[in-house]
């Protein structure tokens, strides 16, 4: 299968799924990983958020997977932490009637109570 061709078919499906991604990338300070810093937070918990899935330390790239227990968010956010660029980039997946801007809030709300020494930039990139 040609590569066009295996890019028309993702395009399709992702087009046939009702779901909406935005992506949060945030530009950190030098140092380790803000993904492994957000999925080991003990406080995480305290702003309703919950780990889902985690492929640690040794295989490149780690990834972290948590969601929003808060009322009316539906979806995930799908972290990656690039060492070299010092970028956390977050995949915020939302389904059905969620609201893609309530778990960013809420998220971004997060990383400010939490890593603000870390932060130098935080975008947002509407899917």
Known sequence: MAITER???AHAR???EDNLQTLVQ???T????MRDAI???PKLDAHNFEILLERKAGRFPG???VRSRAEGRRGSINMQWNTATKVLSCRVVN?????PNLIIGDFVDYLLQRHRRRIKLISVLPG
């Open 63 to 65: 990834w972290t997977k």
């Open 30 to 33: 030098p140092g380790l990983s």
């Open 14 to 16: 992702l087009n046939a």
């Open 26 to 28: 945030v530009v950190c």
């Open 39 to 41: 999925a080991n937070d």
């Open 95 to 99: 389904k059905g009637s969620g609201k």
């Open 7 to 9: 890019c028309k078919s």
